[in-house]
């Protein structure tokens, strides 16, 4: 077995490695062909629904799972205010807060049918979020589009991949704080519940620390150190699904939907902003983070530090390969990352 790797061209090695890790980290599309068929599919069927009349009927497809001076510090709670709300008999949608960065929604009523949620911003990307039937808590969705005009509605599924509209707002939103959406607790990096742990952790790891980058640095080599990559949860894990991250935490394993999610809490409950990122790396549907700081501004991949640089830095990737050297210059490349949605 050596000696086959060693007669590899160090290219085909790379390639070898990368396939072997992006298995299962999410659903992979059969061709480029496919991704743009998809995704103008998507953009239609989102045309449909958004820009229609107050009650329509919509087609939702289930979504793929991913695998210095610092801003003001403020309250990070999300909180249904009440202020502005909209309302049905079923489901309510709290706007109160959008210069803070986030929206909040609750479907109340009784239903076994799906229901989901989706929040359309002036990029004209459209995030689709599932909502739970009957629920009394508030599900808290980022602004991330930043300043712009914005539509969110929740929907109740027809069949199959039909909804109907059950209620919709739309409002224009100018933020305090540009960091905002990507510092808050949201329903994909949920550190306001069930995170008890990561939190005391994340204190624990930067205890003394006061630039961003120092912080990174610690908790980024804990999680590629500390967690390994669970390819039987990546074959198997279903659409909807979201991490509990005091559960990856105690695990110590997960897939890269997990790691970046347990990053990005450990980062946002220090006060550094980070976005987690779903997009593709090459054609396999995959998540990792870009972090902020004032000496750097967004770095659009984890980042770590060579010695004379910060770099692009990906916490699965680098932990599934043990941070081989050929990984490690493959996902320095930004080139190979396409980010769809930040949360």
Not at 70 to 90: C, E, N, Q, Y
Not at 119 to 128: N, Q, R
Not at 284 to 312: L, M
Request: charged share 15%; glycine share 6%; aromatic share 10%.
């Amino acid at each position: 077995m050596t000696g086959m790797k060693k007669s590899l061209p160090a290219a085909a090695l790379v390639m070898v490695m990368l396939l072997s890790l992006l298995a299962g980290c999410g659903q992979a599309p059969a061709s480029a062909s496919a991704n743009a068929a998809s995704a103008a599919k998507s953009a239609v069927q989102a045309q449909a629904y958004i820009d229609g009349s107050a009650v329509q009927d919509a087609d939702i497809s289930e979504e793929a799972v991913a695998l210095d001076v610092m801003p003001a510090i403020f309250d990070l709670t999300p909180v249904a205010s009440g202020r502005l709300v909209g309302r049905s008999g079923k489901a309510s949608i709290d706007y109160s807060n959008t210069t803070d960065g986030y929206v909040m929604a609750k479907f109340s009523a009784a239903s076994q049918k799906k229901i989901k949620a989706q929040v359309k911003g002036p990029s004209g990307t459209v995030y689709t979020y599932n909502l739970t039937a009957g629920a009394s808590d508030w599900t808290t969705f980022p602004l991330s589009d930043g300043n712009g005009s914005y539509t969110v509605s929740v929907y109740e599924n027809t069949s199959g991949t039909k909804y109907y509209t059950v209620v919709s707002v739309s409002f224009s939103v100018t933020l305090k704080d540009e960091f905002a959406p990507f510092l808050r607790p949201n329903q994909y990096v949920n550190y306001a519940a069930n995170a008890a742990n990561t939190i005391a952790k994340a204190a624990e790891l930067t205890k003394g620390l006061t630039d961003p980058l120092d912080k990174v640095k610690a908790v980024y080599q804990f999680v590629v150190t500390t967690l390994t990559y669970d390819r039987a949860k990546a074959a198997s894990v279903q659409s909807g699904y979201l991490p509990v991250l005091d559960t990856v935490l105690a695990a110590k394993t997960g897939i890269c939907f997990d790691y970046a999610a347990l990053m990005t809490a450990m980062l946002r409950s220090q006060g550094v902003p980070c976005k987690l990122v779903v997009g593709y790396v090459g054609n396999a549907y995959h998540a990792w983070i870009s972090v902020w700081s004032a000496k750097t501004g967004w770095v659009n991949a984890a980042i770590y530090f060579d010695g004379n640089t910060w770099q692009r830095m990906d916490p699965t990737f680098a932990s599934s390969a043990k941070q081989s050297a050929a990984i490690m210059q493959y996902i320095g490349d930004g080139s190979h990352y396409t980010a769809k949605y930040l949360y």
